[in-house]
């Protein structure tokens, strides 16, 4: 088992910058891959991006390029996502996920972000 613990969301205006954090507890050694994924209201929860645990490889929606930074700790107990320029499109709740060696998938219960002014 593995659990995930979100944190720093809130409301930020347009432009303006955070940073999520996921704390990971459990089985860490059996994660392969951890990522960030949201979900807007009325919409399907979407892939936001990606890290690896051998080599740190990253990956990102097209819409979140140039913008967002996922990163981790060499524990791989500590995900982060940090997210500048900012727009009111990605307002929505972020949900972390850890997939272990065996294609597990396990989730956190979620943090709002709200871009509004």
């Known amino acids: 088992q593995v659990r995930l613990v979100e944190s720093g969301g809130g409301l930020v205006q347009p432009g303006g910058s955070q940073r999520l954090s996921c704390a990971a507890s459990?089985?860490?050694?059996?994660?392969?891959?951890m990522g960030w994924y949201r979900q807007a209201p009325g919409k399907e929860r979407e892939l936001v991006a990606t890290i690896t645990r051998n080599g740190g490889d990253t990956n990102y929606v097209d819409s979140v390029k140039g913008r967002f930074s996922i990163s981790r700790n060499n524990a791989m107990d500590t995900v982060y996502l940090q997210m500048n320029s900012l727009k009111p499109e990605d307002t929505a709740v972020y949900y972390c996920?850890?997939?272990?060696?065996?294609?597990?998938?396990?989730w956190g219960q979620g943090t709002q972000v709200t871009v509004s002014s």
């Open positions: 459990g089985f860490i050694s059996s994660v392969n891959l």
């Open positions: 996920n850890a997939e272990t060696f065996l294609r597990r998938s396990f």
